[in-house]
């Protein structure tokens, strides 16, 4: 069974800070691998998708890579922002639509 | 393009009652799927409909149930209400669930 984990559950950061969110899982068996995000009551919105053949995907100031073989991603955002404020949550699409990570709580202060 | 579109927002209902949520997709896509999303077990996937047809399912109840309609829009009923149920519900939708999956805003749902 598919298990997605996400360190650290909650980050803090000033303003222009270069930051990196972890996702790890244990089934290397995907098809892609997709960020999201989503503020406080909303849907998510999709960040960035990773094809399991691909390594990374970059939009903006956003960078994903992707290493399927250690069942490892990370999430680079450069130049943080206050409206970078939200959860980060990312989800493995293998057999079964998406399994979501916990997610990580991002704090940026200005 | 419309995004995905979920109704109604905001539900209160009693224990034993039944609900039903529903949930328009983007224009073209023929994928839906359904995903629960509540504090303590975090988002976690209930369906997938594509073409009218259930092709996958999570590990929940049978008081869980959905249906696709010919013009993709979606419905999921849960019925005999638990507390537990409160939670939101988030519909996506896509081409193929292989695909970028988007998401609506959600239906949230409180039992009382």
């Known amino acids: 069974k598919q298990e997605v984990t996400q360190i650290p559950a909650a980050l803090s950061v000033p303003e222009g800070e270069n930051l990196v969110l972890n996702c790890s899982f244990t089934?290397?068996?995907?098809?892609?691998l997709q960020w999201f995000r989503q503020d406080p009551g909303k849907g998510l919105t999709s960040l960035l998708l990773?094809?399991?053949?691909?390594r990374e995907q970059t939009s903006g100031r956003l960078n994903a890579s992707l290493d399927k073989s250690s069942g490892r991603s990370t999430l680079y955002i450069a130049a943080s922002q206050p409206g970078d404020s939200a959860t980060y949550l990312c989800a493995v699409c293998g057999n079964t639509p998406l399994v979501f990570g916990k997610g990580t709580r991002l704090s940026v202060i200005a | 393009k419309a995004g995905v579109t979920q109704t109604p927002r905001y539900l209160i209902k009693t224990r034993g009652q039944q609900v039903t949520l529903s949930c328009s997709p983007i224009s073209g896509h023929r994928s839906v799927s359904w995903y629960q999303q509540t504090p303590g077990q975090g988002l976690q996937f209930l369906f997938e409909?594509?073409?009218?047809?259930?092709?996958n399912k999570g590990n929940f109840p049978g008081r869980f149930s959905g249906r696709q309609f010919s013009n993709s829009r979606s419905e999921m009923n849960v019925s005999t209400l638990e507390l537990g149920d409160s939670a939101l519900y988030l519909c996506?939708?896509?081409?193929?669930?292989?695909?970028?999956?988007?998401f609506g805003p959600g239906t949230r749902l409180t039992v009382l």
């Open positions: 089934d290397s068996a995907i098809y892609n």
């Open positions: 996506a939708s896509s081409s193929h669930y292989t695909d970028t999956q988007y």
């Open positions: 990773i094809q399991s053949s691909q």
């Open positions: 409909y594509f073409s009218e047809t259930q092709r």
